[in-house]
């Protein structure tokens, strides 16, 4: 997987973990993405949430209205990417504290 790191990411991640409760990361999130970039992101927690519990492509595309694609991109990272969404499945499934 194909990492970038240039200064604005670094200070992009500094500003994501320095975030302290799920108010402050709210309103974060709003103001730095659009609506649309919002429901692209939460949409794509999702796909990996059901995907992680064992749903189909069929099952996860009908609940989530993702794309074969979206469901097909996120499966990948989840299989094979640098386990960002697996420490978050962990760690909102209670697993990781």
């Known amino acids: 997987m ?3 790191h240039t200064a604005a990411l670094e200070q992009l ?5 320095s975030i302290e409760n799920e108010e402050e990361c709210a309103a974060f999130l709003e103001d730095i993405c659009t ?3 919002l429901q692209d992101i939460s949409q794509r927690l ?3 949430v059901m995907l992680s519990r064992g749903s ?12 074969t694609a979206t469901i097909c991109r996120v499966n990948k990272c989840l299989l094979y990417g640098g ?7 962990d760690k909102i499934d209670g697993k990781g504290e």
């Open 56 to 67: 189909n492509y069929q099952e996860v595309s009908k609940e989530t209205g993702a794309s």
């Open 2 to 4: 194909v990492k970038i």
């Open 83 to 89: 386990g960002g969404y697996k420490s978050i499945l």
């Open 35 to 37: 609506i649309k970039e």
């Open 46 to 48: 999702q796909v990996a």
């Open 13 to 17: 991640y500094k500003a994501i973990v």
